[in-house]
């Protein structure tokens, strides 16, 4: 690591808050930072930009090198797989040089003339920030809605299009989740309206063409609830979604009689969760009902839809999580996991086949794709592992024969997966149970602890990182890092339990896990604590907060992207997006209960004066999902408790939200001013 100049860090005034919850007073220094409009705030923000400017100023070549080299793998004039939906071969591509995807189709065969639906690049000219979503074509082929975000923060305005003629109409739809379904008649259009303030998506409304006045048909009033709305596959139904962490309610309404009222699917059961797909007559249901922890298949007349009338088609298995179906003509195909592993299971609706995809590896990726159509044989599917690059491949149900019909391209002329070698491996947490890892590095590795290595997890919500393939993380394998996904409790790799024994009273095995893991590479000697860097995002940068208060030792460099840090504050503060409908995953503190412990692992308020390794924060200061002031408050406190001389820096994107920047080029500048800050650490500079 070359010495970087000797700057002063900033430091942040304190101004005392005193914060008081079951006669509990927590004292927040920084809680002034929680104030976009304050030119303080703002002018703060800038300065730990420059100071972080600064501290990696001698890396501004090396990452202009690492974006070069990473942008030089990705094919830039690249385009998707074509999906024909009711009449029309639908494509995505890419444009050499250009950010953004451009939207067409053509009409029944791929030999007829394009016509271009959206050129992203021309509609973001003048933007610093540009997310197009939400495209729903009329059933008449005529109209096409779709929702804009230019702030990053995931407020969406509706717009549509009258493809007949190339020209909007006037109608504009603002403070949406950007997605909208169409009725039958075309000219109907329902769509979900967010909380100006929260952000939840709390309301459905009917949206005539040509009308002012939008008629309200929904309203959740559970503040812990929200909601979308949706056509079935079958385009028979207009379907309303409410959701919870631990529940699910659906109304249902036939696309032909948009202006019928809609019917209650059956009336919501707290913790019973279930989703529904409609085909024949009947809608199939997957769902937990009966203590089905992993879920099974029911199936119920669609004149008879309330839990009484569920009829069991997929029995629960201990071992198998059913995490998805798609539907066909002939044929139900199932998406499973076992043992941490996706399966895809096809079973014949006469029960005369009933089998599974073949797959060999420990650390793969495998995923249904674009299947629009009821009436074929043919199921499109994704695969990668952490050595093969992302497949969509056509499987003919009947045939059992396949064809790839495209494979992600590393250009370059240098990659070859025979090159690397991936493989599971398996901890022990500190309460005896087996922990897995994906991993991935170049060949001829000694395990001799010298070995960067970085281990990334998410851990929340059952959310599972499955082993990917990414050309961008080629630039620190082939600099001879090892590359860890750790399947801590939290997310559902090892079925619904995995995610149950992570959340809520049982968070911090989460915590525990990953250092488990941390150390487990260190005992099998692929890394030492001099060679050891950790790294997650949002609940996963809450992981990165918790593991540099537990075991800071174990770390030299540490990247927390847009962390969820404060965790008691936030969860207390109803008017922030996402708060209430998160009290079934972190617990609700107003419940001294949850507060206790909340507050016993919360990042922000576990900060002591300690040695802790290098940290590189991201924030986006329109972020609706973790608002900028946490990681911002963080970097104040630690950097006010801090007792070593790494490095601590904090880069706010001044233009982006959660998801950091919008262009496709944008983040790979982010992606390499991380991994310089990375490879620094280790010496390594080209």
């Known amino acids: 690591m070359q010495n970087p100049p000797a700057i002063n860090p900033p430091r942040a005034k304190k101004i005392r808050k005193e914060l008081e919850t079951h006669a509990d007073v927590r004292i927040d220094n920084y809680f002034w930072m929680n104030n976009r409009e304050d030119e303080q705030v703002i002018n703060h923000l800038k300065t730990e930009n420059n100071y972080c400017d600064a501290m990696l100023a001698h890396t501004k070549d090396f990452q202009k090198d690492l974006f070069e080299e990473m942008k030089s793998r990705i094919k830039e004039d690249d385009s998707s797989v074509p999906y024909k939906y009711n009449g029309y ?5 890419f444009e050499k040089g250009k950010n953004y995807p451009i939207y067409s189709r053509k009409k029944e065969t791929l030999e007829a ?9 021309k509609m973001a000219e003048g933007e610093n920030y540009f997310k197009l979503v939400g495209i729903s074509i009329s059933p008449d082929n005529n109209k096409v809605s779709f929702g804009l975000d230019l702030t990053g923060r995931r407020n969406y305005t509706i717009y549509i299009k009258d493809l007949t003629t190339d020209k909007l109409e006037n109608d504009k739809i603002e403070h949406t989740t950007g997605s909208s379904s169409w009725a039958n008649d075309n000219k109907t259009l329902f769509y979900t309206k967010k909380d ?12 005539k063409l040509g009308y002012t006045e939008d008629e309200m048909i929904f309203e959740e009033g559970d503040a812990t609830f929200g909601v979308t709305v949706y056509k079935s596959k079958s385009r028979k139904y207009i379907i309303i979604a409410c959701y919870s962490t631990l529940t699910n309610e659906y109304h249902i309404l036939n696309a032909d009689k948009p202006n019928e009222k809609f019917k209650v699917f059956n009336p919501r059961v707290r913790g019973l969760e279930y989703s529904i797909a409609h085909y024949d007559g009947h809608f199939y249901v997957l769902t937990n009902k009966d203590k089905a922890l992993n879920f099974k298949l029911m199936k119920t007349a669609e004149t008879n839809t309330a839990i009484e009338n569920w009829e069991e088609v997929i029995v629960h298995r201990n071992d198998t999580l059913i995490e998805n ?34 797959f060999e590896s420990e650390t793969y990726t495998c995923y249904t794709s674009a299947n629009v159509d009821f009436d074929t044989d043919l199921l499109r599917y994704g695969y990668n592992s952490m050595t093969t690059p992302a497949s969509i491949i056509e499987f003919n149900m ?11 391209e590393v250009l370059g002329g240098s990659f070859d997966k025979d090159n690397y070698t991936e493989e599971r491996l398996w901890a022990t947490a500190d309460d005896g149970t087996k922990i897995p890892m994906s991993i991935v590095y170049k060949k001829g590795l000694k395990k001799d602890s010298n070995n960067p290595l970085l281990q990334y997890s998410y851990g929340s919500y059952g959310s599972t990182v499955d082993p990917y393939f990414s050309s961008i993380r080629l630039s620190l394998l082939d600099r001879g890092f090892v590359y860890v996904i750790a399947h801590v409790r939290g997310g559902e790799y090892l079925g619904r339990n995995w995610y149950n024994d992570g959340k809520l009273l049982n968070k911090k095995n989460t915590f525990t896990d990953f250092i ?4 487990h590479l260190i005992k099998e000697r692929y890394t030492s604590s001099q060679h050891l860097y950790a790294m997650g995002g949002s609940a996963g940068g809450l992981l990165m907060g918790a593991i540099i208060n ?17 965790v ?3 969860m207390l503060d109803n008017s922030i997006p996402l708060t209430t409908g998160e009290y079934d995953e972190w617990g609700n503190p107003n419940d001294k209960l949850y507060y206790d412990y909340i507050k016993s692992y919360s990042p922000y308020d576990n900060i002591e004066q300690k040695n802790r390794p290098h940290i590189f924060v991201t924030a986006g200061l329109n972020d609706s999902q973790v608002q900028y002031w946490e990681p911002a408050k963080w970097v104040a406190k630690l950097r006010e408790l801090k007792t070593d001389s790494n490095q601590l820096l904090l880069k706010t994107n001044m233009d982006a939200g959660h998801g950091g920047a919008s262009g496709r080029f944008e983040s790979l500048k982010e992606d390499a001013e991380e991994f310089a800050f990375l490879l620094d650490l280790e010496g390594i500079y080209s």
């Open 550 to 566: 537990e075991a800071p030792e174990l770390y030299k460099g540490i990247i927390a992207a847009v962390p969820f840090v404060d």
């Open 196 to 207: 100006e303030k929260t952000l939840r998506a709390f309301k459905i409304y009917k949206h």
């Open 113 to 121: 003339e394009e016509e271009l639906l959206f050129d992203c690049n």
């Open 325 to 358: 179906i798609d539907i066909f003509k002939n044929y139900l195909v199932v998406s499973e996991r076992t043992n941490g592993l996706n399966l895809i299971r096809i079973i014949r609706w006469d029960n005369s086949e009933d089998y599974y995809l073949p």
């Open 89 to 93: 071969w639908y494509v995505t591509k």
């Open 398 to 408: 009947f045939t059992k024969t396949q064809k790839v019909l495209k494979e992600q």
């Open 516 to 519: 488990a893991c941390s150390i």
């Open 568 to 570: 008691v504050t936030t």
